[in-house]
């Protein structure tokens, strides 16, 4: 039994064998009230049992952290005002259900589904079909929401870290705000914000409604409005590109604020594409690999052309083989970022068990 929660809503489902065989679940978070929290999650995981075939074998979740997920400890959440001081989640719903428990975060387990049934098999399916010989095995995940996650899989294994903090990005530092945590401008508050601040209103508003003034379907200041989303990307790409240099792999989006990519992503993708010097001025890319949006014909053309010639091995009439290209794709989720989570908690719940 899976769920992703976050705090307005928990979506509540079951997998089996890689396919989902409990439609969505529904119920609104209750972030503040831990007593009406524990009995949602406990009546959401009851609902999803009552229309199973069997009985199940784990439950394995998303929440939010920080949290001692090796233990099921959920610790002091700034969403989640009633789980501070530490809450034994993990252990409590194993007591109730009498299964093992088993919690991530969202990142973690949207990368680990992409990696495994998403994202990662899709794009090693492109380049088999152009007849090239290149695959990835790395994947790095984004999800863009209430707050700012990711996920890091290598070669078929999540990292989580010794600390379990393996890929936590939200820390970065900002781009354009000194001093503060990337996340006060990759997340939904971010867009509101600083939508608020260039117009000088005091009404709150979604990143949805931002998206609605930018677009030109409600009233409002577009500029303003396709500013904020720049800005936006503009520190979204500063953190990717910093994550890209560590962890070289295919990059996939998700979250709900992906619907308004088309203006985030541009000064994202220009951002992971500046130059630096050197003291010497030589000029370089940020990046040694070149980044690819395969939402783009021509990039996605030349992601998949052939790149590898043949050189000469000195002294010899022999050849080997030669890549020069250094190239990764950036794409965004097609499976669904509650899906690929979903997935991903399944075939972690698997691994874990495995190892048990």
Same mark, same amino acid.
């Given at each position: /039994?899976?769920l ?10 079951a997998?089996?064998g890689g ?6 679940i ?6 503040d ?16 049992r009552r229309?199973?075939p069997a009985?199940? #074998? ?11 997920y090796?233990?099921g400890?959920?610790g002091d959440l700034?969403?989640?005002?009633s789980?501070?001081g530490g809450?034994?989640l993990?252990?409590f =719903?194993?007591?109730h ?10 990142g973690? %387990?949207f990368?680990?589904?992409?990696a495994l049934?998403?994202?990662l098999?899709?794009?090693? #399916? ?8 290149r695959r990835? &095995?790395?994947l790095?995940?984004f ?9 890091a899989?290598l070669d078929?294994r999540? =990292?989580t870290?010794?600390?379990? !903090?393996?890929?936590?990005?939200y ?5 354009? %705000?000194?001093? /503060?945590i !990337?996340?006060?401008?990759v997340? @939904? ?7 608020r601040?260039l117009?000088g209103?005091? @009404? ?6 931002v ?7 409600a009233?409002g200041d577009?500029?303003?409005? /396709?500013?904020s989303?720049?800005?936006?990307? !503009? ?8 994550a %890209?240099?560590?962890i070289?792999?295919?990059?996939? =989006?998700?979250g +709900? ?14 951002e992971m &594409?500046?130059r630096?010097?050197t003291c010497?001025?030589?000029? /370089?890319?940020?990046?040694?690999m070149?980044? !690819?949006?395969?939402?783009?014909s021509?990039?996605?053309a030349?992601?998949?052309a052939?790149d590898?010639?043949r050189v ?6 022999a050849?080997a083989p030669?890549c020069?290209a ?13 899906? #690929?989570?979903?997935? +991903?908690?399944?075939a972690?719940a =698997?691994?874990?068990?495995?190892n048990?």
């Amino acid at each position: /039994m899976t769920l992703d929660a976050g705090g307005t809503n928990l979506l509540f489902s079951a997998i089996a064998g890689g396919r989902e065989i409990v439609a969505p679940i529904h119920y609104p978070s209750a972030p503040d009230d831990l007593d009406r929290m524990l009995a949602t999650l406990v009546e959401g995981f009851e609902e999803v049992r009552r229309q199973l075939p069997a009985a199940p #074998a784990a439950i394995s979740f998303a929440f939010p952290g920080p949290a001692d997920y090796a233990h099921g400890v959920i610790g002091d959440l700034p969403n989640f005002p009633s789980f501070r001081g530490g809450v034994a989640l993990g252990p409590f =719903l194993a007591r109730h259900f009498g299964i093992p428990v088993f919690i991530d975060n969202d990142g973690n %387990l949207f990368a680990y589904g992409e990696a495994l049934a998403g994202a990662l098999p899709e794009i090693n #399916a492109l380049l088999a079909n152009a007849g090239s010989d290149r695959r990835y &095995r790395n994947l790095l995940g984004f999800t863009f929401g209430t707050g700012f996650g990711a996920g890091a899989v290598l070669d078929g294994r999540l =990292l989580t870290g010794d600390n379990g !903090c393996g890929c936590d990005v939200y820390p970065f530092r900002n781009r354009l %705000l000194p001093g /503060m945590i !990337c996340e006060e401008s990759v997340s @939904a508050r971010a867009v509101g914000r600083v939508y608020r601040e260039l117009t000088g209103t005091d @009404a709150p508003l979604t990143p949805k409604q931002v998206f609605d003034i930018a677009e030109g379907s409600a009233p409002g200041d577009r500029a303003a409005a /396709m500013e904020s989303f720049r800005r936006f990307g !503009c520190v979204a790409g500063d953190v990717i590109a910093q994550a %890209l240099t560590i962890i070289d792999g295919v990059v996939v =989006l998700g979250g +709900g604020l992906t619907g308004a990519a088309r203006y985030f992503l541009p000064p994202m993708l220009e951002e992971m &594409r500046t130059r630096f010097t050197t003291c010497a001025g030589d000029s /370089m890319p940020r990046l040694q690999m070149e980044v !690819c949006d395969l939402s783009d014909s021509s990039e996605r053309a030349a992601f998949l052309a052939a790149d590898t010639r043949r050189v000469a091995i000195p002294g010899s009439d022999a050849t080997a083989p030669y890549c020069p290209a250094r190239r990764t794709a950036l794409v965004l989720t097609n499976l669904g970022t509650s899906r #690929a989570v979903a997935l +991903g908690a399944w075939a972690y719940a =698997l691994h874990s068990l495995d190892n048990r």
